[in-house]
């Protein structure tokens, strides 16, 4: 099976690498971002190596975007843990209370196919019975669909949650993505993006090989933490839907594991 990163070259912003503003964007890779720059990253706990700089900050891990802002508090803070196989959150979580809906919107410059993708991925997340449900909205959600600028190296990006509320936006890649893409695998890349936008790190945090090929490489605690989920497992899980990158056409619904990690949190 072909596996594509997510990001090419991954509130933080989260973004979905393939191996997610209709504006140009000059990219960068590595070569022109600073050692100041990627020690901070690596003060912050993230992986520093093929740092990507993007407008406003740079994106890291093939799915993380680090704001400006959020690169001076890596003098600030201290990083929580750096962990084995298991699945893990962040310290960020949706406030749900006894029960929250949460309202996701698309641009209307988006394919019409998007949407169908969407209402699958929002599907998925409502049939387990969770403290915080979702729908789609014609505009204004609390999470609201874009497109990435057309020179983007990732499929799609996402953020963690703030002051108890999801992350507001998700960012898509047309370019790669297309205007027709496999429904099941674009929901897929959906849901693993609104999973960031409630607090999820990736499955594969702690060596995303097992997922994207290539070398050993743990993306560090972070300042938004890894905290492993109670219940799911500490050997590899392959088939998540949190997993840093995804197959060309492959679909990833919740497995046993994923719903243990949603139902513990929500």
Request: glycine fraction near 8%; proline fraction near 3%; charged fraction near 15%.
């Given at each position: 099976?072909?596996?594509n990163r ?43 190596k093929?740092?990507m700089?993007?407008?406003?900050g ?20 201290k ?7 298991e ?70 990006s ?109």
């Open positions: 099976m072909k596996v997510l990001l090419i070259v991954g509130a933080l912003v989260a973004a979905f690498g393939f191996t997610s503003c209709q504006q140009d964007e000059e990219v960068a890779t590595q070569d022109t971002v600073s050692e100041n720059t990627l020690t901070q990253i690596a003060e912050l706990g993230f992986y520093n093929n740092v700089k993007v407008d406003g740079y994106v890291v891990e093939g799915d993380i975007f680090l704001s400006e802002s959020d690169l001076t508090a890596a003098h600030n803070t990083a929580l843990r750096v962990g084995d196989s699945q893990y959150r962040t310290t960020n979580l949706v406030n749900a209370g006894t029960g929250r809906n949460i309202t996701i919107s698309i641009d209307s410059k988006l394919p019409s196919s998007y949407i169908a993708a969407l209402d699958e991925a929002i599907a998925r997340y409502n049939a387990e019975g969770l403290t915080i449900t979702m729908s789609r909205v014609s505009s204004s959600g609390n999470i609201h669909i874009t497109a990435a600028p057309r020179n983007a190296q990732y499929l799609a996402a953020g963690f949650p703030t002051n108890g509320n999801p992350y507001n936006s998700i960012k898509v890649a047309t370019r790669y993505i297309g205007n027709t893409p496999n429904q099941a695998w674009f929901a897929t890349i959906l849901a693993h993006e609104i999973g960031h936008c409630i607090g999820f790190r990736h499955t594969d945090y702690m060596d995303r090989s097992y997922s994207c090929g290539g070398s050993y490489a743990n993306e560090g605690a972070s300042t938004v933490g890894a905290v492993h989920i109670p219940g799911t497992p500490t050997t590899a899980d392959p088939n998540s839907w949190m997993l840093a990158c995804i197959g060309s056409g492959q679909n990833r619904p919740f497995n046993a594991n994923d719903k243990t990690a949603l139902s513990y949190l929500y």
